[in-house]
Nanobody, 126 residues
Framework: QVQLVESGGGLVQAGDSLRLSCAAS????????MGWFRQAPGKERDFVAS????????YYAASVKGRFTISRDNAKNTVYLQMNSLKPEDTAVYYC???????????????????WGQGTQVTFSS
């Protein structure tokens, strides 16, 4: 049974850093491109970042570029999202997802992903 399990969410303040992890029980994990999406209350699920099978190519939403870094460890079947300089608008449930789609231009589209995790919450404290 395929499982993607996110962890690392929590309560943060402006300027904080947080690292999310996603452990995948995927056979041939290195065959999948991986992505991170987020969904704020009352909003649609938005693309955050994606990474190619080898990790050589990464892509980011404009809103997080320069602050977030996606990476993967194929030996551990894990993908990470390092989030720095966090802002209140980063508050959301963060999901990792796996796709077999080869077209990098499609990785922004949540419909292109085959498997999803349950999400981990990132919340700003006032």
């Amino acid at each position: 049974q395929v499982q993607l399990v996110e962890s690392g969410g929590g309560l943060v303040q402006a300027g904080d850093s947080l690292r999310l992890s996603c452990a995948a029980s995927l056979r041939a994990f290195r065959s999948y491109a991986m992505g991170w999406f987020r969904q704020a209350p009352g909003k649609e699920r938005d693309f955050v970042a994606s990474i190619s099978w080898s990790g050589d190519n990464t892509y980011y939403a404009a809103s997080v570029k320069g602050r977030f870094t996606i990476s993967r460890d194929n030996a551990k079947n894990t993908v990470y999202l390092q989030m720095n300089s966090l802002k209140p608008e980063d508050t959301a449930v963060y999901y990792c997802a796996a796709t077999l789609v080869r077209s990098t231009g499609s990785w922004y589209n949540s419909l292109m992903y085959n498997y999803w995790g349950q999400g981990t919450q990132v919340t700003f404290s006032s």
